[in-house]
């Protein structure tokens, strides 16, 4: 029984041909038992998002702005009221993001960036919500600003697809954070990756597969869904030497414990 902690069911490639319905069944016959679906867009998504999953048992969604869109006129007008309005405005808002910095593509400028990142940690603040932080060649100020709006005390989120440094993989675990693999763990060239899981307290991990992106081995560069997060979870079990349903057991126990708005399932 999986949780997928990070996925994107409202992204188009999902929807030709009610094709999201056919991917939940194959996550329920995969035992991936929930997902949760993130929001990147406040203005042009989160509505949609929440009408998609509200009907749907055991799917979640976040409200956020992605630091690629940071920029965006439209996402810098929701000011942290707003923010904090929307993440309380239903049941089925579990979290807030994704959001972060990625000074990897700088869609957005850094400046843009770090304002909205700094939003969205006050909110979850205000909320007692975690936090979705999506991180890319930005280490270092993802820790900084999240030390700074907290003062130094941490907070609850997820260092979604974790794929950063181990030293700040560390730093976020002494923040409090949960730490995420996706399918990059599977990865053939990913040896650092499953050298830093090892050291992940057991508490702490999440699995996910940002779907439709980055399916993992062995069906790498196929379209991704939440039925393949299972293949990451073996390897992760296989890592941190517990069986595969043991570790779907601890990630599925961990979800419930970081987004404790979610009812666990029983
Ligand atoms: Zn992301
Ligand atoms: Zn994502």
Redesign the pocket.
């Known amino acids: 029984m999986w949780i997928d902690s990070?996925c994107h069911l409202n992204h188009s490639k999902f929807n030709p041909d009610g094709g999201v319905y056919e991917a939940l069944r194959a996550a329920r016959e995969a035992g991936v038992i929930g997902m949760l679906s993130?929001d990147c867009l406040i203005r042009e998504e989160f509505s949609g998002l929440l009408e998609l999953v509200k009907p749907l048992e055991n799917v979640w969604c976040t409200v956020g702005t992605?630091p690629h869109d940071a920029g965006r006129d439209d996402e810098k007008s929701v000011s942290l009221d707003e923010l904090v309005s929307l993440a309380n405005s239903d049941d089925k808002v579990i979290g807030i993001g994704?959001c972060?910095l990625d000074y990897f593509y700088k869609h957005s400028s850094q400046n843009d960036q770090q304002s909205c990142f700094r939003k969205h940690i006050q909110a979850c603040l205000k909320t007692d919500l975690p936090m979705i932080v999506?991180a890319r060649d930005a280490d270092d100020d993802i820790i900084r600003i999240i030390r700074e709006e907290t003062s130094g005390e941490g907070m609850r989120g997820v260092m979604?697809?974790f794929s950063s440094s181990t030293k700040m993989g560390h730093e976020a675990i002494d923040l409090g954070f949960h730490i995420s693999f996706s399918g990059i763990l599977t990865f053939k060239k990913s040896e650092n990756l499953r050298d830093f899981a090892k050291d992940v307290p057991l508490d702490r991990l999440l699995v996910e597969t940002?779907s439709p992106y980055l399916a993992p081995e062995p069906f790498r560069g196929a379209m991704n869904q939440p039925a393949l997060v299972v293949h990451t979870g073996k390897i992760l079990a296989g890592i941190k030497n517990v069986s595969v349903d043991e570790m779907a057991r601890i990630t599925t126990r961990n979800f419930f414990s970081l987004f404790n708005k979610a009812k666990a399932i029983s």
Do not use: A, R
């Open positions: 990070h993130i992605h994704e972060g999506h979604h697809c940002d």
